[in-house]
């Protein structure tokens, strides 16, 4: 069996390329779990349950250590009639920050 090297460049592209999808799956459902944990102590209703990537860039952790870092939107509610958006900052599978409207959590 014979490889080339554009066949073994296809495949390492694949691979990286799946490894970041099933990645950015997992960050994505621990901003939602994030900002439902929060909802819950904090009285508010995260709509639709999901988070939509609003930013993408590369940081670096408190340890010097490059990683990906994310910037979720998400839609919430106060009292069921509302709707407000909010945002939530993770730096690899670490949540950063939550921001409900203008309050800090």
């Given at each position: 069996m014979l490889f080339t090297i554009e066949g073994?460049?296809?495949v390492i592209l694949f691979c990286v390329t799946?490894?970041?999808?099933l990645n950015a799956t997992k960050v994505r459902e621990f901003a939602i779990d994030a900002v439902t944990f929060e909802g819950k102590k904090?009285?508010?209703?995260?709509?639709?349950?999901?988070?939509?990537?609003?930013?993408?860039?590369?940081?670096?952790?408190?340890n010097g250590r490059w990683k990906i870092w994310r910037q979720y939107?998400?839609?919430?509610?106060?009292?069921?009639?509302?709707?407000?958006?909010?945002?939530v900052i993770m730096l690899g599978n670490t949540r950063q920050t939550i921001v409900f409207a203008e309050r800090l959590v």
């Amino acid at each position: 069996m014979l490889f080339t090297i554009e066949g073994l460049l296809g495949v390492i592209l694949f691979c990286v390329t799946a490894i970041y999808f099933l990645n950015a799956t997992k960050v994505r459902e621990f901003a939602i779990d994030a900002v439902t944990f929060e909802g819950k102590k904090g009285n508010f209703q995260l709509l639709d349950q999901s988070v939509h990537l609003n930013k993408l860039s590369l940081s670096r952790d408190s340890n010097g250590r490059w990683k990906i870092w994310r910037q979720y939107r998400f839609d919430y509610s106060l009292e069921g009639d509302d709707r407000r958006q909010g945002y939530v900052i993770m730096l690899g599978n670490t949540r950063q920050t939550i921001v409900f409207a203008e309050r800090l959590v």
